[in-house]
């Protein structure tokens, strides 16, 4: 990988002496630095809570339940105002509109009317001059509260039969009856827990009201028309009242797709109510108890394989905890059924899925989106298998992977055509020296007693879509100016995925611009509409295209200004070329022409230099009633070598070393991919590992900071990290033949439990299953070792 | 001296109003309106916040030192220069420190939000001159989370700047700036912060307000502003008595309680190894900045790694009034739950440790969910003195997290007292831990798991020090616990 170039830095000199351009003149498959990297590092990056303070801001606090379940008999929000500082409070009976913020099923109250549903549920808001006053005013609201049974597990919503939605399901053959037939079969449990998203940024809106009445809201959030049409709905007001903005968010994963919208619509009607502006932040206790997580899910497995280890068929039944609310639960449900396949084909499969509803924060998208959940299920399958059968792992995994038809066909019947995994996994293997270093590992685990090391190679197939097949459209909207100038606008959002690097790599692209003439502009609703959240690692396929397109339309318009400005014949634009920062004709090089003296001819010539772009994702469905369709555009695939070394002594463990082959087709641009498929990893690895969600038997979340909560910390990265991105793997039919990147490489992780159990393995006598429950903190580790040495 | 003063970003700046319990950070962000610096949880857990103050050492040098701003009251900073992320750039050249270009080209910021805080850790590592092995680089490091990057960038951008030491604006303040006291006194309506610097104004200021606590690094007590939003009315900062900084070494060594754990750590690796191992890992470089010795013992957390480290090494808390000092063993300082042996009028003045033979066997270990930045789930110092017979001759168990205080296992003692240094002896003394201890289970680990871990510590206690009596810790080591092969090559 050459040297990264900054993406707000001069581009490589457009002409040699001759006038021809040389070298790099499109950023575009370059490896760029972060558009913002430079501003991140000085602090002049503005996130919502660093924005001057407009004048007359107001602050403000939420009054949460201090219950999981309970009916509210009393709410008295008069005491307050006599607090000073305060200046209103607000509950359900303010609400004008509607008071519902859930995003697909209206079962979410903004504040809660007659019940609330989990500890940290919104009932009321305190507004005020200071947080201080506001605290005191949240003290001095009367609360009576008649508390009601709750549910705060997952076992026992199960048990009770209490479900926000049942029988999602995908089947096909018999896998009843392969079962039956099956040389070998087992049963089991697979527990994989909560995340909290800890975005370095909490929640925050701003609110501003302006003239109309309309508002225009400032908001960390991944989804600005939803918000938008949130607050619509609670204000009972026309979508075109309201703007939202998103400067940049410092993270989002997930968590910032629906539950910034309830906060945002706080700050909304606290602001359009005061007529001033309001701020809701929440501190980062709030953010987490308030919040919602990754999916804890419980699955039930029957699988049959045969006695060398190739899979016959599986029986699964997989239960979500939703929390309090559906938010997005059956979609998430849906895409952890879609991935219990991961890359193997399943030959013959029933699985069903449902969402449990208890009494928690209701628990949201998260990185991969219920994907890792389903694929830890097959993950934890294979190894389980090879652990009994005492089969090589790797040589099992590899006899299970799709090929061609008819074992072609995934659970959902989309067929996998351009399946990449055996590439991925014959050149990992090699480029991580995986046969000589597993002869290393035995070696010093036979010549140690209380440390193991474990090293495990897995796949990841990951598939690209909203499997809500309408959400797949995006709107761009490119603004050039007469001197050439030029402003990208665009409907996903930048959290530090490197959206807007790729977009501008492909705006210069598609102009011939040096990224520094290009800025990309704040994401508002009123420069690209109703636009879809920035998720399901489909921002740079869907925003990409519509920006492509915008560009290539202007671009065409200023064909026949620069035909004429180089006085050749109209008929010959079409071979004119944009490179460089210049316009000339390919035979003609040395007659180029700076890119602004093209726009400023087209402005006097009275052509349009703005134009809008859109892209919709051609050819894809998925029907809920049959369980089958093509949900996906095409699959991202990759594959890690994890090798880990564990203490028999205290659970504790380290990666040694980790090998990545990831499939991001051809690279938009690699140092942003390289950057997300590491940090997808490292984050793979904490939900895996370390970090462990703990709600009390109340309902009260112990985990609620860093303190107790641990992500990944400097050094749990790997000791020896090598990524490395599939080459000559260029996808059809995708922005520039590149692949999603967002979500895929969290569940690369996987291979760090399946080498945690090679290790722990290695404490006792081979030929029994290890029973290593996740996450793998050093605690799960020691009792799994200790269960491994039992004699 | 009821004005707060101190240099920001090479300004003198001085407060009359501003209350002297605001933290650096709100000051920034509020009164300041400087938006660089972070708040990403407010109890120095993440590191988004971390400015750099210039610190004195023992060598009357000044350096550059990451510390928490949402941990630093703003009296802690009287007479001090800050700089925060602002400052960096250098507007009049249109030139990035070295330190943001190496996180740039790097490409170690993603999201960004934490990238301020990174960058200000690595400004401190710009400047330090005792940066030699990798591992310190993630001690650097460690207490700056980050969400996005998986930390292979910053770790890369770090390596190319650490110890370069550039002959900018900031090294060159350095050797200019002058130790200044560190005096304050704000009073009145029943609210106090004073920062005495004489133990006469110490004692004066006792009498008057008996019902004042002690504060030194703030690194404990801020949290009760910052996460609890109540703020102490009376305070009094030991951090201005210059006596209580003292670490002198000899038979026996004095370890004053206003040391930072920095401090002690790089004390400790050239003439305390096992007490080391646990000052390694005992938090972030910002804590260990600003956290103290005295402070760790006296929150006494059931836990609080120093206490079974320097417990299990034979230490004395010594006690000072005006009336005098007395000695008390560091086991019995401890008296219940948060409790401590202090009265009325009395302050931890230092901690007397003798120091160790060579033959003597000893270690501490610190077991936790999360390696770095992790309060533990079970800590331990533990040594034993064998003669020439092989035949435990002394052994001092101490273990946290284990009960209410930090606590000797007099049953494990027992054991081991007068038998043979063997396994079967250690195995026995393993399982009378079960006498000794019967710990709770909480979201840090379960009971089961604590009287495990535990059991094992001692195992491998046994274990580590079959060739080497104070193993040190390897660099880049796998677990608390060290393998033969890390003890031979450590």
Known sequence: MAEPTPSSAKSTAPAT?????????????????????????????????????????????????PVAHARIRRLDTV??????????????????????????????????????????????????????ACRRGVAAVKLELEPLPGIVTLDEAIAKGSFLSKDHFLRRGDAAAALAKAPVRFQGEVRTGGQDHFYLETQCTLAIPEEGPSVRLVSSTQHPSEVQTIVSQVLGWGRHQIVVEVPRMGGGFGGKETQAAPYAAMAALAAVRTGRPVKVWLNRDQDMMWT????????????????????????????????????????????????????????DVSVRGHVAKTNLPSNTAFRGFGGPQGMAVIEDIMSRAAERLQLDPV??????????????????????????????????????????????????????????????????????????????????????????????????????????????????HELGLGPERIRVMTTATDKVPNTSATAASSGSDLNGFAVKQACETVRERLRPVAARLLGVPADTASGILFAGGRVFLGSRPELALPFEKVTQEAYLAQVSLSATGYYRTPDIHFDKATGRGKPFHYFAYGAAVCEVEVSGLTGEHRLRRVDILHDVGASLVPTIDRGQVEGGFLQGWGWLTVEEVRFDDKGFLRTHSPDTYKIPAFGDAPVDFRVALLENAAQDATIHGSKAVGEPPLMLALSAVAALRDAVAGFGPRGREVRLSMPCTPEAVLFAVEAARAP | MNTLRFNLNGTWVEESTVPPTTTLLRYLRDVRRMSGTKEGCAEGDCGAC?????????????????????????????????????ALKDTEEDAYHPAQVAMAKALGSQCGYCTPGIVMAMFEATYRDDLKAPWQLDDQLCGNLCRCTGYRPIREAAST?????????????????????????????????????????????????????????????????????????????????????????????????????????????????????????????????????????????????????????????????????????LEAFFVGYRKTALQPGEILAAVEVPALSATTRAASYKVSKRRELDISAVSAGLLVEVDAKNVVTAARLAFGG???????????????????????????????????????????????????????????????????????????HAATVLTAEEVRHG
């Open chain 1, 395 to 508: 040589e099992l995994r590899r006899k299970n992977f799709y090929g061609p038809a008819p074992r072609n066909l995934t659970p959902f019947w989309q067929e996998v055509k351009d399946a990449r995994t055996e590439r991925l996994w014959a050149e990992l293997l090699a480029s991580s020296d995986y046969a000589a270093r597993r002869r290393q590992v035995d070696a010093f685990n036979a010549s140690h007693r209380h440390a193991k090391r474990g090293l495990a190679i897995t796949p990841v197939k990951f598939g690209i879509s909203f499997t809500t097949s309408f959400l797949n459209q995006a709107g761009a909207f490119v603004v050039v100016y007469a001197d050439g100038s030029v402003q990208l606008n665009h409907g996903g959002t930048e959290m530090g995925q490197g959206l807007h690097t790729k977009m501008l790599a492909i705006a210069a």
């Open chain 2, 161 to 329: 700047i650490a110890g370069c030491r550039p002959d900018d604006r900031f090294a060159l303040t350095l050797p200019t700036l002058k130790p200044q006291s560190m005096r304050f006194r704000r009073e009145g309506d029943g609210v106090l912060f004073a920062t005495p610097t004489t133990f006469d104004e110490l004692w004066g200021l006792l009498e008057t307000h008996p019902d004042a606590r002690f504060v030194v690094g703030g690194t404990d007590l801020s949290l009760e502003i910052t996460k609890r939003f109540q703020v102490p009315p009376k305070l009094i900062s030991l951090e201005g008595l210059h006596e209580l900084h003292t670490l002198r070494t000899g038979p026996v060594h004095h370890l004053g309680c206003a040391v930072t754990i920095a401090e002690l750590e790089a004390w400790a690796e050239a003439h305390l190894k096992p007490l080391h191992r646990m000052v390694r890992y005992f938090g972030a470089r910002q804590i260990k900045h600003r956290g103290t010795i005295g402070g760790n013992l006296c929150t006494a957390s059931p836990i609080g790694d120093l206490a079974p480290a320097l417990i299990g090494l034979g230490a004395a808390a010594m006690l000072r009034s005006r009336v005098g000092e007395r000695r008390v063993p």
């Open chain 1, 17 to 65: 002496a001759k006038g021809a351009p040389e070298g790099p003149v499109t950023p575009l498959h370059q490896p760029l630095l972060h558009e913002s990297g430079l501003k991140h590092t000085s602090g002049e990056a503005k996130y919502v809570d660093d924005l001057p303070a407009p004048h007359g801001l107001l602050v403000a606090q939420v009054v949460t339940s």
């Open chain 1, 79 to 132: 005491a307050p105002l006599t607090v000073p500082g305060v200046v209103a409070v607000f509950s359900a009976n303010d609400v004008p509109g509607t008071n519902d913020v859930g995003p697909v099923i209206h079962d979410e109250e903004l504040f809660a009317h007659d019940t609330v549903r989990y500890l940290g549920q919104s009932i009321a808001l305190v507004v005020g001059e200071s947080y201080e």
């Open chain 1, 292 to 347: 919602g997580k990754r999916h804890p899910f419980l699955t039930r497995f029957d699988v049959g394989f045969t006695i060398d280890g190739q899979l016959l068929a599986l029986d699964a039944e997989l239960f979500a905890d939703g929390g309090f609310s559906t938010d997005l639960s059956r979609a998430i449900l849906d895409r952890a059924l879609f991935h219990i396949d991961n890359t193997y084909f399943l030959p």
């Open chain 2, 50 to 86: 971390t400015v750099a103050v210039a610190e004195f050492g023992p060598d009357g040098r000044a350096t550059w030192r990451a510390v928490n701003s949402c941990l630093v009251l703003l009296p802690m900073l009287q007479g001090k220069h800050v700089v925060t992320v602002e």
């Open chain 2, 402 to 476: 284990m009960a209410a205080t930090p606590k000797r296992a007099s049953h494990a003692e027992a054991a081991l007292l007068g038998n043979p240094w063997t396994e079967a002896t250690v195995e026995n003394a393993a399982n009378a831990l079960a006498q000794d201890f019967t710990p709770l289970s909480d979201h840090r680990g379960s009971a089961p798991y604590r009287s495990l871990v535990a059991a094992n510590l001692l195992r491998g206690f046994f274990d580590e020090t079959r060739d080497v009596p104070q193993p040190v810790l390897a660099p880049g």
